[in-house]
């Protein structure tokens, strides 16, 4: 159970990070259009 819930937990800042890096991408992208 402890393991399923840590890995529950590893998924979500998983998600996060990769939308963190989406963001960041998408900044990046549109700087060097500009």
């Known amino acids: 159970m ?3 819930k840590l890995k ?3 998924l979500t ?3 996060n990070l990769l939308g963190l890096f989406s963001v960041f ?5 549109m700087k ?3």
């Open 8 to 10: 529950k937990n590893n």
């Open 13 to 15: 800042g998983f998600k």
């Open 32 to 34: 060097l259009l500009a």
């Open 25 to 29: 991408l998408k900044r990046f992208l």
């Open 2 to 4: 402890y393991f399923f």
